[in-house]
């Protein structure tokens, strides 16, 4: 992540979402609330796994992963997308768009890898019930949460480093928000082209592999399911795969039109607003979307709330 020593550039300016003061403003009260909430809801999430014996599962110790990857994202991201849409301007050293890049694009990495554990761990509880608890013991569940994270994180490092190691003949105006690949490199002075393919091979190996996973477990559920004489076990098996497939189908969507469509400066525009869904919407509609429908987070969450009033009547 080191920048190149010929780099004549040392500072970054992000373009932003807009020029115009009053739709900063507005953007900046909504980002602060999706902000917030995302927050709030992450957090309760991993509260919710963390003291309800209930959901102490596989599926939950997952979710609170993909939680713990949201919380930290939106907190890469969003408070300078916010000092930004205040200030009107925002220059970043290219030590910290480095910084940036390598945090938000592990972690979005983390949870295209931890969407596919989370396919692989609906297909062992639903095909091969029997032997789900010892296939996903506690010991299992760190093993495959830790490689995801250090897989990404290693990935994270390589497409950076590439990334920093071409010169930038400054200015550099970023047309962009924050410092993703695409965007930084368009501002190279030498050849990327290689860079791009290397980027790419990584960006389509961390998005497939998972991909392949889910629509591999999905199918074998689906078969599964279609076997189930239960009308019981054929809900609630339907109930806590859709909300996962539905979370699996934004971001995947999202994330190959970002990293491996062609890159062309005349999508620059579609770019940021897409890059605003991902960026800032999507952390707060994961909880949404995962305690939406589920019965045992609407009961841990009821339980929490008794718990909590008969202590206030206590007191």
């Known amino acids: 992540m080191v920048p190149h020593a010929y780099n004549t550039s040392t500072e970054f300016i992000l373009v932003g979402l807009s020029d115009d003061h009053e739709t900063q403003i507005l953007l900046f009260i909504v980002i602060l609330l999706i902000y917030i909430f995302a927050l709030v809801g992450n957090a309760w999430i991993i509260l919710l796994v963390q003291t309800n014996s209930h959901l102490q599962t596989p599926m939950y110790f ?14 890469t991201t969003i408070p300078q997308i916010l000092a930004h849409l205040l200030e009107g301007h925002a ?29 692989y761990d609906r297909y062992l509880a639903i095909c091969h019930p029997l032997t789900y608890a010892t296939a996903m013991e506690r010991q299992h569940q760190f093993q495959l949460a830790s490689t995801c994270w250090i897989a990404s994180f290693l990935i994270a490092t390589i497409c950076v480093s590439l990334t920093f190691s071409h010169p930038f003949c400054g200015p550099c105006c970023v047309q962009h928000f924050i410092c993703e690949i695409p965007m930084v490199l368009r501002l190279a002075c030498d050849d990327t082209f290689i860079t791009e393919i290397i980027i790419f091979a990584f960006a389509a190996l961390a998005l497939l592999c998972p991909a392949s996973i889910i629509l591999t477990s999905y199918g074998l559920i689906l078969v599964s399911l279609f076997q189930l004489s ?45 890059a605003v869904f991902y960026v800032v919407v999507t952390p707060l509609l994961n909880p949404i979307i995962y305690t939406l429908r589920n019965k045992d987070v609407h009961e841990a969450m009821a339980k929490m709330v008794r718990t909590w009033g008969f202590k206030q009547k206590g007191h």
């Open 62 to 75: 997952f979710l609170t992963q993909l939680s713990i990857v949201e919380i930290v994202y939106v907190n």
């Open 91 to 119: 220059e970043l050293s290219l030590t910290r768009c480095a910084l940036q890049m390598h945090t938000a694009l592990a972690l979005a990495v983390t949870e295209s890898l931890l969407l596919g554990v989370m396919a």
């Open 230 to 274: 239960s009308a019981s076990r054929l809900r609630k098996a339907l109930s806590t795969c859709g909300s996962h497939l539905a979370v699996v189908m934004m971001f995947y969507g999202i994330a190959t039109f970002v990293y491996l469509k062609p890159q062309t400066g005349a999508t620059a525009d579609i770019d940021k607003q897409i």
